[in-house]
């Protein structure tokens, strides 16, 4: 039997209600912007959240969802992932052009499944080991289409310094230093006005001269630079270097951090960093970097360092390191690709944002600035904090109602509203009670 089918039913007969008033009465609603409401009132209406409070006049034609001993969250927002994604471009190292939209599967386990786990946008953006990996979307959970799926694209464009398999890291930088090359070439020859050859043909720079060498960039001047003479391939580049278009670099290592504020500052980006395990040594270092806004760190929160001389081994906490030095930060989970298995599956593991963020309360991080990790951070980061992330009357009504504590692995979430609309019910997710009886099995 094809399980898939279910998946896209759901989806659809979902999707498909009329907007109704619904106004949610449960004991307790985690707002992220303010204190906790106890027996709150949450009322939607036209996809946004109207009201929230103890004291709240739920109006006459409001369907009332009354659950008194669940606690009400702002919907989990993904901020990295390839969720959403049937296959995922790590082959094509130099395509700014390429956007996920033409990879984006609404029929894909793993966004069923992240719904499931109260999670209501996700940002897709992939290319972990190219260059200039494409450009990003922020997408819905649920969706028949991917019209429907879709929130915001252009996202932000994705880079790395993470070399492909057989490449090293010089070559690497060396190569994404000559694209920045390249395309400001051809830039300066736009603005000449077609007088001025293209820089790159004149000095005729090799990868092995850029290893070493920063070259200067000089500035464009866009102004001389009309709109219909640049070609639709370098477009989102010149959004990048214009800082209409964020970059999400990708640093799998702390050095790489160092080569990610060369690029931005020799282009002048709007950037996040995605870092990795290891990044707990710059945690000062990134903390005293100006303008650089929230992170987003590795799944893996603890490390083990070892002293190369002695042998000895000392435990390092990332995200608690990066809370002391005051840098702001966003949780990202491990690739949906065994989203729907095993172990996994359940109520733990690192694949779900609220088990990271329960980590970090044990810890010892406060427990409302873990729940920003998820939540209003990763909005703010991808551009949506002005309507998901947090429970306010104006906002999307995005909203995730679990059983119990959110960061409690007995509590399960019941159901989940994206725009108003109820799009996740527990008690009707067969799928979940066939996992449940047989774990192994896969969609």
């Not at 996994?344 to 991080?365: D, E, T």
């Amino acid at each position: 039997m094809n399980f898939i089918t279910p998946i896209l039913l759901l989806t659809a007969s979902l999707t498909a209600q009329p907007d109704e008033v619904v106004a949610l009465k449960v004991g307790r609603a985690i707002t992220v912007s303010g204190k906790d409401i106890e027996k709150a009132v949450i009322v939607m209406e036209n996809g946004r959240i109207k009201a929230v409070g103890t004291d709240v006049e739920i109006p006459r034609t409001a369907r009332v969802v009354d659950m008194p001993r669940a606690v009400a969250m702002p919907g989990i927002v993904d901020a990295h992932s390839v969720n959403g994604l049937r296959v995922s471009n790590e082959r094509f190292s130099n395509v700014p052009y390429v956007t996920v939209l033409d990879g984006i599967d609404p029929s894909s386990p793993g966004l069923s499944n992240a719904l499931r786990h109260g999670v209501t946008s996700v940002h897709c953006i992939a290319g972990n080991v190219t260059r200039f990996g494409g450009q990003g979307a922020v997408i819905r959970t649920s969706g028949k289409t991917v019209e429907e799926l879709v929130v915001k694209t252009p996202s932000a464009m994705k880079l790395s310094l993470q070399p492909a398999s057989g490449e090293n890291r010089m070559g690497n930088m060396a190569a994404l230093r000559k694209s920045f090359y390249d395309f400001y070439s051809r830039m300066k020859a736009i603005q000449g006005a077609g007088g001025e050859a293209p820089l790159i043909e004149n000095k005729k720079l090799s990868l092995t001269d850029l290893v070493n060498t920063r070259p200067g960039w000089g500035e464009i001047d866009w102004k001389k630079v009309p709109s219909e003479k640049v070609s639709e391939r370098d477009r989102p580049m010149r959004d990048l270097v214009r800082g209409k278009l964020r970059a999400f670099i990708n640093c799998p290592t702390a050095s790489d951090v160092f080569k990610a504020f060369e690029l931005i500052d020799a282009n002048h980006l709007d950037a996040t960093l995605v870092l990795g395990p290891d990044a707990w040594k710059l945690a000062d270092i990134l903390a005293a970097r100006k303008g650089l806004g929230p992170v987003i760190i590795n799944p893996q929160l603890e490390v083990w360092d070892k002293n190369d001389e002695t042998g000895a081994e000392k435990r390092r906490i990332t995200p608690i390191l990066l809370h002391k030095a005051g840098v702001p930060f966003a949780l990202q989970v491990l690739s949906d690709s065994n989203f729907n298995r095993g172990p996994y599956f359940g109520r733990s593991g690192p694949y779900h944002h609220w088990y990271q963020a329960a980590r970090l309360v044990q810890f010892g991080m406060p427990r409302d600035k873990a729940l920003e990790t998820i939540t209003i951070i990763p909005a703010r980061l991808i551009g949506i904090d002005n309507r998901v992330g947090s429970i306010e009357a104006g906002k999307d009504a995005n909203i995730a109602i679990f059983s119990g504590d959110p960061l409690d692995a007995r509590s399960w979430v019941e159901r989940v509203f994206i725009e108003g609309k109820e799009v996740y019910e527990r008690g009707k997710d067969r799928d979940l009670e066939r996992l449940l009886k047989d774990p192994e099995r896969s969609f």
